[in-house]
């Protein structure tokens, strides 16, 4: 069995167990206190004291907003700073701080709220360790290449050094003073149930006499809830009785007025199952990111639709293909994922050599033929925006019948495609102009299907053996697909060569792909890294290309006021200059530069060949969180008075213009990119739906229905991100749980916090791609988090002491059972080797310890590190503004 030995301070922060209450922080052990102000028995409010300002009418709010004394924006709450919450203004770059639960007003995270300034300028509260979190992690196309993350400079105090700095207007604070859309509040919320009572000895039976039940969020940033119990509570919960602490319910807040201190809330649906387990942990994701209704089942006046789709298609192919240029003569592939079903992209290459160019051909699935404004199916797509891609399935944005058959370019099958068309210059890499790129509709056949892995082995010149080959057909040879996959690996190696050194952005994403093929329960059995070889970034630079030329088009042509583009704003620009004076000024790395996307390349690769793999990924997150913000859609064009001007620039990839045309089956901007691109083919320049059963020119979307749906699409797009981040989180829990020994591997220190209430050492794993915070705690201030042990036979031992050493190092001060003592020093970005254990907790999660020189483990995972990451960088004390503030990850926008 696991020990916990009692060696001084607990390295990992107390996670709140079942039963726990966010406020009160109180443990599984203990039953939570009654909340007070909560009671509906006098809903007058008669005899009740306000907890709360009431609401302001909406007739003065719509007199305050025009006249500019309220503002309109989306509430965000802190995740490690619960107290504090920041609303963007809505079509402006201003942002204010809302502090406290009385300016919040009874607004929860993601309610669209009215706000009045009430303090302009810097404050002891404002000026301390938060930042705004930004709607910005992780982008999932893998075209795009740069993923982005929460950005949160934080860590040591700094005080303004001049009279000038104190004056500046860095921050506005405001409070709340009317609910514009109730976003966050109408959803459902996933809380855990508990008794509303306080007693000595834990008891999570819920009593005859009892009136309320305690709803706790497993969102944190949500507010404790209170659940009346009546008849249909009791029924469902199965009450009076035991309620279950790890069981996941949803439910929608009911009522909040100003005389109750938490919201009365109510059921909204059945239990999703019990916190842990892979179904409910799938249904938990899905609610919490408003993507439930995805995983329903296609209307049946859908399906029959589709049906109706599919036999016209087979029935009038060759007529529509005599409308079309013919390439089913050309030898055109696909390179995908092994797994993949829709396959909306294939390729083909003609060598130029007379030219000493190649053209090449891009084709993707004609979605657009099929799916028509106007349709019930196009309806579905719309509503849905995006495909959401969970562990071992698939939430398709369109019916199989669409997506994995008519749509999909399977190989040895003719298929209706739109294509680009553009020639390379062998000896660059370079984008020819003359001829220019050129598109059309089209009609081809797929000779082969690779996967990544064998088009690697290809580039590697590794010899597939005959029975392992993919099929190719059509009287092509397999020779012929080996030769034009090499010459496109040798022409996009230069392309790619030239793009990041003219100025484009790439940083490396690390993802864990779970191993559940061989799974009976879906209990991942394994995992490996997700590759990205040169087959990948072939194909990569191969779909950017097709992007970049199509969004070119579409901005200098008729209609660039309804084409839809994707931009990606540069970071924000104070804390890019943060992280730039950290790692200049504290850290003495002299030549990190964040001035441009190109720059911080250069600063990348530079760590990277001077300190080692793990410091690299490590100063790539960090940069990933240092005000980068999220690629977008938008409708490009003219905008109207009051509307925020949008630049097309993309700042990662270094483009003018950008936009998504190759994933049409999987995203619905590509089909919107896809009417107008086919309506400047056709001519055809007025917006609109076809008449019933017209034939013809593509109908496209007016500008101002353009706009409604990009922001759907993008809210989709990062609801969808999320989504798959909190299961892929979940699941690795669950991966740890299933195993009979504790996850040993290698931290980086990100950022030292020595505040005395929640202080600690943010790691992040590089080799995972996760981050966590090992907590410094005293035995006496609080007990260690309970570990799910599920009988490990191992030992956790925690270090006899901690001491800082300055801003920069803390020195950890370890015992043997036998007495002998180590001093061990961390500084910033010491690579240092952790343990990773599973917690017994909701949300499900997992803690970081650090592990003792005398453990049997620590010799093998410090084996891994060389000199360099094993030491870090040495603090440089200084004085100066701004400088000396660290990085902290520990923020959740």
């Known amino acids: 069995m696991a020990k916990l030995l009692s060696c001084g301070r607990p390295a990992m922060a107390r996670k709140r167990r079942p039963g726990a209450c966010d406020t009160c922080g109180r443990g599984a052990g203990t039953q939570a206190k009654p909340i007070s102000g909560t009671s509906a028995a006098s809903s007058s409010g008669i005899g009740r004291r306000k907890v709360f300002e009431p609401h302001l009418d909406q007739a003065t709010v719509d007199a305050g907003l025009a006249s500019g004394v309220f503002l309109s924006g989306t509430l965000r709450v802190s995740g490690s700073k619960l107290s504090m919450a920041w609303v963007r203004v809505e079509g402006k770059d201003r942002e204010f701080i809302v502090r406290g639960s009385k300016n919040r007003n009874r607004a929860v995270h993601g309610d669209v709220v009215i706000v009045q300034p009430v303090l302009l300028g810097r404050t002891e509260d404002s000026s301390s360790d938060e930042e705004p979190p930004k709607a910005a992690i992780n982008d999932s196309d893998s075209e795009e290449e740069v993923v982005f993350a929460k950005p949160h400079l934080a860590g040591g105090k700094a005080e303004p050094s001049s009279s000038k700095a104190a004056a500046e207007p860095d921050v506005q604070m405001a409070k709340v003073v009317a609910i514009g859309q109730k976003k966050g509040q109408g959803r459902a919320i996933v809380c855990t149930l508990h008794p509303d009572r306080h007693k000595k000895e834990a008891d999570p039976r819920v009593l005859k006499e009892d009136t309320w039940i305690q709803a706790i969020p497993t969102d944190k940033r949500l507010p404790t809830m209170l659940l009346q119990i009546n008849q249909v509570t009791s029924k469902a919960l199965k009450i009076p009785g035991k309620l279950d602490p790890f069981q996941l319910w949803p439910l929608q807040v009911a009522k909040w007025d100003e005389f109750s201190k938490h919201p009365l809330a109510k059921l909204h649906g059945q239990c999703l199952g019990r916190a842990g387990s892979l179904e409910a942990e799938e249904r938990h994701a899905l609610l919490a990111n408003e993507l439930d209704d995805h995983d329903v089942d296609f209307p049946d006046e859908e399906l029959n639709e589709v049906d109706e789709i599919v036999k016209k298609a087979r029935e009038s192919f060759e007529e529509e293909a005599k409308q079309r240029m013919d390439l089913r003569h050309m030898r055109i592939f696909t390179i995908d994922p092994a797994t993949a079903k829709d396959l909306d992209d294939a390729i083909h290459v003609d060598d130029l050599p007379a030219k000493n160019q190649i053209e090449v051909g891009v084709h993707i699935a004609d979605v657009g033929h099929f799916l028509k404004l106007g349709t019930v199916t196009d309806s579905e797509a719309q509503r849905r925006s995006t495909s959401v891609y969970l562990i071992g399935r698939v939430l398709p944005m369109l019916p199989h019948g669409l997506c994995n058959h008519l749509c999909s370019l399977n190989p ?346 929640d202080g600690g050492i943010s790691v992040y794993c590089s080799q995972l791609g996760r981050e966590s915070k090992v907590a410094l705690r005293s035995a006496e201030e609080e007990n260690p988090v ?108």
């Open 412 to 757: 040895n099958e003719p298929k209706l495609s739109f294509s680009a068309f553009f020639r390379l210059c062998k000896r660059t890499g370079q984008l020819i102009q003359d001829p220019p790129p050129w598109f059309a509709k089209t009609t081809i056949c797929s000779q082969c299907r690779l996967n990544y892995d064998q088009a690697q082995e290809v580039i590697d010149d590794t010899e597939i053996p005959e029975e392992k080959r993919p099929p190719v057909h059509n009287d092509f040879t397999w020779q012929q697909i080996k030769d034009d996959i090499k010459l496109l690996y040798d022409v996009c190696g230069k392309v790619r060569s030239g793009r990041l050194n003219g100025g484009a952005l790439t940083i490396s994403k690390t993802k864990m792909i779970f191993h559940t093929m061989d799974s009976e329960d879906g209990i991942p059995t394994g995992y490996h890294l997700e590759s990205h070889s040169a087959s990948h970034w072939v194909i990569e630079e191969l779909m950017l290309l097709a992007n970049r030329c199509v969004a070119t088009r579409l901005a200098h042509s008729e209609l660039s006021d309804v084409a839809v583009l994707r931009n990606h704003k540069p970071p924000d620009r104070k804390k890019a200059e943060t992280l730039q004076k950290l790692m200049r000024e504290r850290l003495g790395i002299k030549d990190f530069d964040m001035s441009s996307a190109n720059a911080i390349y250069r600063s990348c690769q530079a760590i990277y060949e001077t300190h080692g793999h793990m410091l690299g990924l490590c100063v790539e997150m960090m940069i990933m969180r240092a005000g980068m913000q999220q690629a977008q859609y938008f409708v490009y064009g003219t905008e109207e008075e009051g509307e925020e001007e949008q630049c097309p620039h993309h700042f990662a990839l270094n483009f003018d213009y950008y936009t998504h045309f190759t994933s049409p089956i999987r995203r619905y901007p590509d089909v919107m990119v896809h009417r107008v691109l086919c309506a400047l083919l056709d001519r055809q320049l007025e917006p609109g739906e076809g008449a019933d059963g017209e034939e013809g020119p593509a109908f496209f979307q007016t500008r101002e229905d353009a706009k409604l749906r990009v922001t759907v699409c993008n809210d989709k797009k990062l609801n969808s991100r999320r989504c798959q981040e909190q299961l892929d989180r979940a699941v690795f829990c669950i991966f740890l749980r299933s195993r009979k020994s504790w996850f040993y591997t290698v931290g980086t220190v990100l950022a030292l916090n020595r505040s005395a209430k």
């Open 786 to 893: 309970e570990l799910f042990m599920n009988g490990v036979d191992d030992q956790l031992m925690m270090p006899d002491s901690w001491e800082w050493q300055g801003r920069g190092a803390v020195q950890l001060t370890w015992q043997s059972p036998e007495g002998e003592s180590q001093i061990q020093t961390l500084q910033m970005l010491s690579c240092v080797p952790i343990v990773i254990i599973p917690t017994n907790s909701v949300p499900i999660d997992y803690a970081l310890f650090f592990v003792s020189p005398f453990h049997k483990k620590f010799q093998e995972v410090k084996d891994g590190i060389n000199v360099t990451e094993n030491d870090g960088f040495s603090w440089i004390e200084e004085d100066e503004e701004g400088v000396d503030t660290c990085y902290d990850g520990q923020e959740q926008g």
